[in-house]
Nanobody, 119 residues
Framework: QVQLVESGGGLVQAGGSLRLSCAASGRTFSIWDMDWFRQAPGKEREFVGRINWSGGTTFYADSVKGRFTISRDYVKNTMYLQMNSLKPEDTAVYYC????????????WGQGTQVTVSS
């Protein structure tokens, strides 16, 4: 079992930056990749990006590419989402998730952290 806890959300003006964290505990050695999603009220959940846990390779949605950067501290079992040049449309609850194997459904989710970007 893997437990995930997000933190670092808050209120920021457009053009500003935030850094989110996702701390994993439990059977972290079983993780294939860790992913970021976001969801605004009344809207569908949207994929943001992911990082391969062991290798560190990343992949981003086009909407955030060039502005967001995902990294991980393998020793601390923590994934980060550095968000720069934030836009009002980035406002959402941000969730981290874990897959235990490539191509599988997401096995574990965090509770989410709110990010609000004002214009």
């Amino acid at each position: 079992q893997v437990q995930l806890v997000e933190s670092g959300g808050g209120l920021v003006q457009a053009g500003g930056s935030l850094r989110l964290s996702c701390a994993a505990s439990g059977r972290t050695f079983s993780i294939w990749d860790m992913d970021w999603f976001r969801q605004a009220p009344g809207k569908e959940r949207e994929f943001v990006g992911r990082i391969n846990w062991s290798g560190g390779t990343t992949f981003y949605a086009d909407s955030v590419k060039g502005r967001f950067t995902i990294s991980r501290d393998y020793v601390k079992n923590t994934m980060y989402l550095q968000m720069n040049s934030l836009k009002p449309e980035d406002t959402a609850v941000y969730y981290c998730a874990v897959r235990l194997s490539l191509g599988a459904a997401y096995d574990y989710w965090g509770q989410g952290t709110q990010v609000t970007v004002s214009s």
